[in-house]
């Protein structure tokens, strides 16, 4: 006699019987609880739903409803300083602050910023840069020592240097496009991740007082133990930067002209002035400038 567990698959190979005796196919009784939407509320597919034909699989495309569409512009929010209340918004072009990360990009700005910023002033003397008499010190042979020439050897202490460094310009080359490209990828990586705050023009302190802005770091979390802030602001403003500087680990302060695409990066956030902001994002849309097609002529 065949035991219950056998009897029970060969019950289940040939068909499943469900309420009111309805009959089900043992493949879509199967596929029923994995297609299931596993949310805040659970609905179970209807086995009817559920096309079995492979090739209404394969050829199922998404509905054009639901495609996400790209945006045209970003709204950011104008704060006033150092009160920090909000004053209105603002639009701003996607082309300029939602842009995709690209670190490739990132990278070769950066190096080719640091490679600009060496001096490349490094120099030595070669044997014949060394003032001093060019005589053999012994004869060639017959003394049982070592080969050796005049005292501008690089083998002796006081001669020459072999292979040392000399001035040299070691500043690389990047294209004009890319390097405006990679400024607007950073503003637009400090924008997706809320890093980026614009603070109306004309941002100054009442005193130069590092204490004053201080009080205002620690009131918005912009300090050393919240990953430190760069200050930009598009003039020198007399009373903030010397508070800002004497402020030490907690933030640094720059004009918009001593600005890079490393000091977009380095540090936690941005508390950059509107006007400085316009005239970095002026500055570098080379690429989205299309120039005039020339006349050919035959």
Known sequence: MAPKSLIGSLKALVGISGQNGVRIDPLSHCLIPRLTRAMATEAPMRVADFDQSPDNIL?????????????????????EFPTMEPLRFERYPSSHLHLPLRRDILHRAIVYE????????ASTKWRADVYGSSRKIRRQKGLGAARLGDKKSPMLKGGGVAFGPHPRDFSTELP??????????????????GELIIIEDGM?????????AKQVFEANHWGNAD??????????????????KNLGADGRILMERDVDVK???ELGRIIIEKQALDGILRDHQSDLIKSA????YI
């Open 227 to 244: 990953g430190r802030s760069l200050v930009v602001t598009s003039s020198f403003r007399k009373n903030v930067f010397r508070a800002v």
């Open 293 to 296: 097609p020339s006349a050919t």
């Open 204 to 212: 100054d302190l009442e005193f130069p007082k590092a204490r004053f």
């Open 263 to 265: 000091d977009l990066l």
């Open 114 to 121: 640091g490679d600009a910023t060496r001096q490349g002033t």
């Open 59 to 79: 050829s199922a495309q998404p509905n054009a409803d639901t495609s996400i569409k790209q945006l045209s512009n970003v709204i950011t929010t104008i704060y």
């Open 176 to 193: 004009r496009k890319m390097y405006d490209l990679a400024w607007r990828t950073a503003l637009s990586y400090r924008y997706r991740k």
